[in-house]
Nanobody, 120 residues
Framework: VQLVESGGGLVQPGQSLRLSCTAS????????MSWYRQAPGKERELVAR????????NYLDSVKGRFTISRDNAKNTVYLQMNSLKPEDTAVYLC??????????????WGQGTQVTVSS
């Protein structure tokens, strides 16, 4: 199982970034895919989630209206479009995959993370 994130970088406040996470080693379409982030000295937090069944996406309140999660099952890739970035969005962003088989949790699997820094 491998999750590889890309697309992070240094941007100014108000600018945009698009993160990508490409998966391999498992049946991507059957897994719930999420983006988490972790800033220095803070706990890891769920940013956005896209369930495998195509149901409603979920977002952290502070990113609603600015971030959009999407997935392309044909490319085994999940994306996070981040607009109107703020300094408080600065963190390492990590891709996460998990699923439930009946009542058994499979995963979660994590990528290595990609750094997003928002600074003027």
């Amino acid at each position: 199982v491998q999750l590889v994130e890309s697309g992070g970088g240094l941007v100014q406040p108000g600018q945009s970034l698009r993160l990508s996470c490409t998966a391999s080693g498992f049946t991507f379409s059957t897994y719930d895919m999420s983006w988490y982030r972790q800033a220095p000295g803070k706990e890891r937090e769920l940013v956005a989630r896209f369930p495998s069944n195509g149901g409603g996406t979920n977002y952290l309140d502070s990113v609603k209206g600015r971030f959009t999660i999407s997935r392309d099952n044909a490319k085994n890739t999940v994306y996070l479009q981040m607009n109107s970035l703020k300094p408080e969005d600065t963190a390492v962003y990590l891709c996460n995959a998990k699923k439930f088989f009946l009542t058994t949790l499979i995963g979660p699997y994590w990528g290595q993370g990609t750094q997003v820094t928002v600074s003027s």
